[in-house]
DNA sequence: ACTACACGCGCC
DNA sequence: AAAGGGCGCGTGTAGT
C-alpha cells in the first residue's frame, strides 16, 4: 500500500492522462456519462497506465487497485476472456463490453475519491489536465485530410533522391572493387569498403573495437563517397519515415471536389512527456518537415490550412518565471533576439546574420544547459570565446542567471521542481551533487518549469480556441465530441469523407508545441482566424488557473491550402 | 527468433 | 572529464 501511495505520489505531476475510448462507447452509445466517471477514468490512467515519475515505473492494473484497496470484485475477467487476440475488443459482445466501460469508469471514480488527498495537489490543476486531454482527444478523432497527389509528389521526390544517391554509390564502389551488392545502410560493407579495400584509416573505433563508421566519423573522412554515404542516409530515413510508414497511416477516402484524398486519424497521449507536453505516435506528426506538412489539406473543399505560433514562447516564459525584466521584455515588447544580441554585442544586428543566430543559440543553449564547449562548436568559435559569451549573457541578464541557479539549489534541497501551474517533476538527488547523472538532472531541473508551463500555454489555447469557435457556432462540446465521434467511426470503417457528414465550422486539428493547427471553414475565414489569434492571446483557462501570468504573447499566422502552404 | 540498446535524425 | 531540454521511429548490432 506504501508503495502505491509513493507511486502515486511521483506521478502527481501526470494526474490527468486519459481512456478516453472508454467515453467514446459511453456517448456512441447514449449512455449516461457521468462528468465524475470521466474525471476518475482520466486521473487513474494518468497514474497507472501513463509513465510514471522517473524513478518509479510501478505498474498497477485499475482492476488491481480496486480490488486490493477498495474490496471490489473482478470484473474484466469476462470480457476479456471474449477477446480474440488480447486486447481487441472487437470480437466482444457490445453489452458485455459496455459494462466493462461502466465498470472502469465507475471503480476508478471511486479510487480517485479514495485516495485524492494523498497524490492530489491541486484540484483546479487536474481539472485543467482534464480539459486539455478532452480537448486534445478530440484534435485526434478530428484527424487531417490528406491531398494524395501531394503526397506523391513528396514520396517522388524523396524516392528519387534515394535513388541517384544510391546508383552513384554502387557506381563508386563497384569501380573500386566491392563485389557484393553494397548496401549503404549495412555498417559492415560500408567498414569493408572505406577501411579494408580503399585503406583509409579508421579515426577512431565503437565501444565493441569496432571501426566507427558513425555520421562524425564519415564526415571527418572528407571522403567522397562518406559523404555519399552521410547524403544517403539522410534521405533514406527520410523515406522510410515519411514515405513508407506514413503511407500504411492513410486510409484513402474517395474524392473531395476535384481531389483525391485520404484519411489520417491522429494519436496524441496527452501526457506523454515527462514536461507535460503532449506526444504523437502511428504516425508522429510533431516531427514532419515542411514538405511532409504540405500534404496534409483541409476537409472542405475550400478550405484553408492555418497555423498559430506562439512566438517564442518559451523565452517569454523563461523571462516571466526569472522576472528578468530586460530578457522578458526584449520578447514580449521588442524584437526578440535581436535585442539579445544588441546585449550581447552592443550591435543592432539584423535576422540571419552571424550575431543573430549567436544570439538565438545562447538563448536556447544556456536554458537547455549547453555548456560553453558544445557553444563553441554551434557558434564555430573558440572555448574561451563561447565562455565570454556566457558570461556577457548573464551579466546583461542576471534574472536568467539567478532562475538557473535557483533551480540548481531548489534540487538539491528537494529533490524535484514544480512549474508555475503547479506540476511537479520528481528528480531524487540522494548523493547531492556526487548523485550520478547530476549535470543532467540539473539541466532537467532549469528546463522543466519553462517547457511544462509552455505545454500549459498550449494546452489552454486548445481548449480556448475549441470553445471559442464552437461558441461562435452555439454547438455545444457535448454535440461536438459525438459528432467528432460518428465522423471519426465512419472514416476509419473507411466511408467517404463525402457521406460522413463533415460538422461545417473551423476546429483545431493538431497541435505540435507551441503551434496549432486548424482547418479553417471556407464560410469565415478571416473572422475565424482573427478568434482564433485573439483567444490564443487571451488565454482565458490559464490566466484563470494562474492569476499572475498576465504577460503579453504574440501569435503568428500562417494560412494556405496546404499545412505550412499559402 | 526475439529483445534491448545505441545511434541518427526529423520536429519544437 | 564533460555533459543540449523534450519526443518517435527506423536501422543495425549485441546479447539471449
Redesign the pocket.
Known amino acids: 500500500m506504501q508503495e502505491i501511495i509513493e507511486a502515486l505520489h511521483s506521478a502527481s505531476w501526470l494526474a490527468g492522462h486519459s481512456l478516453p475510448g472508454d467515453i467514446d462507447q459511453l456517448l456512441l452509445a447514449g449512455l449516461p456519462c457521468r462528468p465524475e466517471w470521466v474525471y476518475g477514468v482520466k486521473c487513474l490512467d494518468s497514474l497507472l497506465l501513463s509513465r510514471m515519475a522517473d524513478e518509479n515505473r510501478l505498474s498497477y492494473g485499475l482492476e488491481d487497485l480496486a480490488c486490493t484497496l477498495l474490496s471490489a470484485s473482478p470484473w474484466k475477467g469476462a470480457s476479456t476472456a471474449l477477446m480474440a487476440t488480447p486486447g481487441n475488443m472487437a470480437s466482444v459482445p457490445p453489452e458485455i463490453r459496455k459494462e466493462r466501460c461502466r465498470l472502469d469508469a465507475w471503480w476508478a471514480y471511486k479510487l480517485v475519491e479514495a485516495l485524492w488527498p494523498t497524490f492530489v495537489a491541486s484540484r483546479s490543476l487536474v481539472e485543467f489536465t482534464h480539459r486539455v486531454a478532452w480537448a486534445i482527444h478530440r484534435v485526434c478523432l478530428a484527424g487531417a485530410v490528406v491531398d494524395l497527389d501531394e503526397f506523391d509528389r513528396m514520396a517522388g521526390n524523396i524516392t528519387e533522391q534515394v535513388a541517384d544517391l544510391l546508383w552513384e554509390i554502387h557506381r563508386e564502389v563497384t569501380a573500386h572493387g566491392f563485389t557484393e551488392t553494397f548496401?549503404p545502410?549495412?555498417?559492415?560493407h560500408i567498414r569493408v569498403y572505406l577501411y579494408d579495400i580503399l585503406g583509409l584509416v579508421p579515426p577512431k573505433h565503437?565501444?565493441?573495437g569496432?571501426a566507427a563508421v558513425?555520421?562524425?566519423t564519415l564526415q571527418s573522412l572528407s571522403h567522397p563517397v562518406a559523404d555519399l554515404l552521410?547524403e544517403y542516409?539522410?534521405w533514406?530515413?527520410?523515406r522510410?519515415?515519411y514515405v513508407?510508414?506514413l503511407r500504411v497511416c492513410v486510409s484513402p477516402t474517395g474524392d473531395s471536389g476535384s481531389a483525391r484524398v485520404g484519411w489520417l486519424r491522429w494519436h496524441i497521449?496527452p501526457l506523454?512527456?515527462?514536461?507535460g507536453?503532449r506526444?504523437?505516435?502511428?504516425?508522429?506528426s510533431?516531427?514532419?518537415?515542411?514538405s511532409v506538412r504540405r500534404i496534409v489539406r483541409s476537409r472542405w473543399p475550400a478550405g484553408h490550412i492555418g497555423d498559430f505560433d506562439f512566438k517564442a514562447l518559451e523565452p517569454v516564459i523563461l523571462g516571466w518565471v526569472a522576472e528578468d525584466e530586460r530578457f522578458l521584455s526584449a520578447f514580449t515588447k521588442g524584437k526578440g533576439y535581436v535585442d539579445v544580441a544588441w546585449w550581447l554585442f552592443k550591435k543592432r544586428v539584423e535576422e540571419g546574420t552571424k550575431e543573430y543566430k549567436a544570439a538565438k543559440?545562447i538563448v536556447?543553449?544556456t536554458n537547455?544547459?549547453?555548456?560553453?564547449?558544445?557553444l563553441a562548436r554551434?557558434l564555430g568559435t573558440d572555448v574561451d570565446v563561447a565562455a565570454r559569451l556566457r558570461r556577457t549573457y548573464f551579466g546583461a541578464f542576471p534574472g536568467v542567471h539567478a532562475y538557473m541557479a535557483g533551480r540548481r539549489a531548489e534540487l538539491l534541497n528537494t529533490g524535484q521542481v514544480v512549474s508555475r501551474t503547479g506540476r511537479v517533476r520528481r528528480l531524487p538527488v540522494p548523493d547531492g551533487e556526487e548523485t550520478p547523472?547530476?549535470?543532467?538532472l540539473e539541466?532537467?531541473a532549469v528546463?522543466?518549469p519553462i517547457?511544462s508551463f509552455a505545454a500549459d500555454v498550449t494546452g489552454s489555447a486548445v481548449v480556448d480556441v475549441e470553445a471559442a469557435l464552437l461558441r461562435e457556432q452555439n454547438q455545444t462540446l457535448t454535440e461536438h465530441h459525438q459528432h467528432l465521434a460518428r465522423i471519426e467511426k465512419n472514416l476509419t470503417n473507411g466511408h467517404p469523407l463525402g457521406t460522413v457528414g463533415l460538422m461545417e465550422y473551423s476546429l483545431v486539428e493538431n497541435e505540435?508545441?507551441?503551434?496549432l493547427v486548424l482547418d479553417i471553414h471556407s464560410a469565415h475565414p478571416e473572422r475565424d482566424t482573427e478568434l482564433v489569434v485573439e483567444t490564443m492571446q487571451a488565454l482565458p483557462t490559464l490566466r484563470r488557473l494562474v492569476p499572475s501570468f498576465t504577460i503579453p504573447l504574440r501569435v503568428k499566422v500562417q494560412r494556405g491550402t496546404s499545412w505550412g502552404g499559402q
Open positions: 548496401a545502410t549495412n555498417d559492415h565503437t565501444k565493441t569496432l558513425d555520421k562524425s552521410v542516409s539522410r533514406d530515413k527520410l522510410s519515415t513508407d510508414s497521449n506523454g512527456a515527462r514536461t507536453r506526444t504523437s505516435e502511428n504516425p508522429n510533431q516531427n514532419w518537415p515542411e543559440a536556447l543553449g537547455y544547459g549547453m555548456g560553453a564547449g558544445t554551434a547523472g547530476f549535470k543532467h539541466n532537467v528546463n522543466f517547457q505540435v508545441h507551441d503551434s
